[in-house]
């Protein structure tokens, strides 16, 4: 309709435009008409715009989150800037006005220091009649200059009456220019010019170095001619004083000249922080400025703009005419510690700058209150929109917590809250499924802990009693169930039979196959003495029940301590780490690794298998220790899948080998532990420690199975 209205309005303008231009003229009764017709396009575009903006913010606060972005926006973003803007320009109009407080008074100071040492030095002059002119400007030079580096003096006689001549005045007053110090600066003065009062001088001069190009003129600036010294080239200050001796008829002045140096610019900053970074000297039209030559605290001109910091402005004086040429401005940083109380006036120029900033500080307070207001108002109608469907939501979620999951949350807007509302009550609808679903989760657990248990019965559960021999074990399972399997099966009075296996695969499907290979190494081990003959009777075996993607690593050996020998074969199994006993106590570990293939690959009807298989004897030793393990303790793996490795076990049974097998397997636990850093365990982890007793000791050991992931207490 809005579209419509717009588009027969401006229809209506053209047809009378042109025939506005036909005719030449358009009839009141036109005119009417064409006025009807831009308040038709003015009424069609206000609805336009407003139902566009509504259907923005309809899209722009869909969301519970952009709700909150505008309301954080309104609330806090914009205030806090406002805020930050109003601090920073308040602290430059403080900063500012103090710095040129401290940059005037230091320079107050250095005159009249300057003033009072000419004063000085006049009056000792006239005190010693004017005899040894010389050495008091050298004593009085030597005094100041640590002080004032570059401090010059200099005695220069009358050119000029001042006041009636002394008919008495002494005859030996100085003819020529008596100097101290080592006046690089400028050249000493040769006269007193005649603009200098009786009751002496003291002010500011300016100078550049010998060499340095000439101020180059800027043209007028508030109805004055303005030259400024070139960029690069440095503006250089002194401060120099004029005193006379107190007599009628003076015969002679003291001038001394205290620089505006380094020294001066270090000491500024140590004593108020305040850093003179520059000088530049900003000339005026003499003719324009009064004739004052000892005002030297009132600026007379704006301060420059651009500058990096701050700045004051002071005056500054010819030496020949004593007229106020201009003003000095000292380029400032400042690095303040504390806030001072007082502030001192300021210079014309930087006095405008501190109105300008002190306006745009109202300014930017008066916006603060109102757009604070606005904030306000907007963050109370986005926190009702909000609050009002979170609190619906609160009142379902407590009838659902006290059982009634017939409650349904009425759907007021069509926002995110609104859907959220709209899920929370299909929620409800199948929270009844959800609790079954809980129910027969508890119950899955529950066989898978009972299945875990019978699991863990089927290992070893007590001591291995056989005389000189100290073993002790450990299982953990990655899962509730897992394919590691160990066990101890006696063969007669000195003999026991050490089986470790691997199914490969974790879970139920590999726990099934550690229980049927439980019964059938306990059958064959009353048949077959030598290891490779049980082996490749379990192969033969075994080949027939698996499936194709199933297989087993075992070790299997015969340990008679009588004869202290051990018998093994290994079946494709990770190798057996050997750590006999050393006289120094040094031991060395052996990997021992015969060949031979996995139980259970169906090739060649187990001929490959019966082919490389090896079996081994070796001799037992009091001291000798054996450690049987699996994949899961070798191949553990840390954050950043580094495996931790056969060689790093060996080392630590090298290392503690001569602990007693329940601290070693402890130690070796503790640094898997540590190695893997809390990364989850991928595979099950078993272990036996088999450590040779001297003969007739019975060291037996109850073995473990631990059904805890690794990093948990035990």
């Not at 336009?48 to 952009?66: C, D, K, S």
């Not at 503006?235 to 007599?247: C, K, N, Y």
């Amino acid at each position: 309709m809005p579209g419509r209205a717009i588009v027969v309005g401006l229809a209506i303008k053209i047809t009378l435009l042109i025939v506005g231009a036909i005719t030449g003229a358009l009839p009141s009764a036109l005119n009417v008409l064409d006025t009807v017709a831009s308040l038709v396009v003015l009424a069609g575009g206000i609805v336009f715009v407003v139902r566009g903006l509504a259907f923005a913010t309809r899209r722009l606060l869909w969301r519970v989150r952009r709700k909150l972005i505008i309301s954080y926006i309104f609330i806090g973003f914009v205030p806090a800037i406002l805020i930050i803007a109003f601090f920073i320009l308040g602290g430059l109009l403080l900063f500012s006005n103090f710095s040129s407080y401290l940059v005037q008074s230091r320079f107050r100071t250095l005159t009249e220091r300057a003033e009072a040492i000419a004063s000085t030095t006049a009056a000792e002059m006239q005190r010693a009649g004017g005899r040894d002119v010389a050495g008091i400007l050298d004593r009085r030079q030597a005094a100041v200059v640590g002080e004032f580096p570059g401090a010059s003096l200099a005695a220069v006689p009358m050119t000029h009456p001042c006041g009636r001549p002394a008919p008495d005045s002494p005859s030996n007053q100085p003819s020529d220019v008596e100097l101290a110090g080592p006046w690089s600066h400028v050249d000493p003065p040769s006269a007193i010019p005649d603009w200098i009062p009786c009751q002496g001088f003291s002010g500011l001069l300016t100078y550049e170095r010998p060499g340095e190009m000439s101020s180059a003129p800027l043209g007028p600036l508030n109805g004055q001619n303005v030259s400024v010294a070139p960029i690069g080239i440095e503006t250089h200050a002194l401060v120099r004083a004029v005193a006379f001796p107190e007599t009628r008829a003076p015969r002679f002045a003291v001038v001394v000249d205290l620089l505006v140096n380094d020294r001066f610019r270090q000491q500024l900053r140590q004593d108020t922080g305040a850093e003179v970074t520059n000088l530049r000297r900003l000339s005026l039209d003499v003719a324009a400025l009064p004739r004052k030559a000892d005002d030297i605290d009132e600026p007379a001109a704006p301060m420059a703009t651009g500058l990096s910091a701050s700045a004051s402005s002071v005056g500054y004086v010819d030496w020949n005419t004593g007229t106020r040429e201009g003003v000095l401005l000292a380029l400032i940083r400042l690095s303040i510690s504390e806030v001072y109380q007082r502030i001192s006036s300021q210079g014309v120029g930087e006095r405008q700058f501190g109105q300008l900033l002190f306006r745009i500080l109202i300014l930017i307070g008066v916006l603060f209150l109102i757009i604070e207001a606005g904030a306000l108002v907007t963050g109370l109608v986005l926190a009702k929109s909000i609050t009002g469907s979170v609190h619906e939501l609160f009142v379902g979620t407590e009838r659902v917590r006290q059982g009634d999951f017939t409650s349904k949350i009425a759907v007021v807007e069509k926002d995110q809250l609104g859907e959220l509302s709209e899920s929370f009550n299909q929620m409800t609808a199948s929270i009844e499924d959800l609790l079954r679903q809980a129910s027969e989760k508890k119950r899955l657990e529950e066989e898978l802990r009972i299945a875990h248990e019978i699991q863990m019965s089927l290992l070893p559960q007590g001591p291995l009693r056989m005389p000189g021999l100290s073993v002790t074990a450990l299982c953990v399972p990655a899962r509730e169930v897992g394919g590691d399997y160990y066990d101890f099966l006696p063969l007669d009075e000195s003999r026991v039979g050490v089986l470790i296996a691997d199914v490969s695969g974790k879970g139920t499907s590999a726990a099934l196959y550690m229980a049927e290979l439980k019964g059938l190494m306990l059958s064959l081990s009353l048949i077959h003495s030598s290891p490779r003959a049980l082996l490749i009777a379990a192969n033969r075996i075994i080949a027939k029940h698996l499936d194709s993607r199933t297989f087993i690593t075992m070790t299997y050996a015969v340990v008679d301590v009588r004869a202290r020998t051990m018998t093994y074969a290994r079946a494709g199994h990770t190798p057996l780490i050997y750590a006999p006993a050393a006289p120094d106590g040094q031991r060395l570990a052996r990997v021992l690794a015969p060949d031979g293939l996995v139980l259970g690959l169906k090739i060649d009807d187990g001929q490959m298998f019966e082919r490389l298989l090896e079996e081994e004897t070796i001799p037992l030793h009091t001291g000798d220790l054996l450690v049987f393990f699996t994949d899961g303790i070798s191949e553990a793996m840390d954050p950043g899948d580094d495996c931790f490795g056969e060689a790093r076990l060996a080392k630590l049974v090298e290392q503690y080998g001569d602990l007693p097998a329940e601290a070693l397997r402890e130690r070796v636990l503790g640094e898997i532990a540590t190695f893997v850093n809390g990364a989850p365990q991928h595979d099950d982890m078993t272990m036996i420690l088999l450590k040779v007793e001297p003969a007739g000791v019975d060291q037996a050991s109850v073995p473990r199975s631990v059904p805890v992931a690794m990093g948990e207490s035990r």
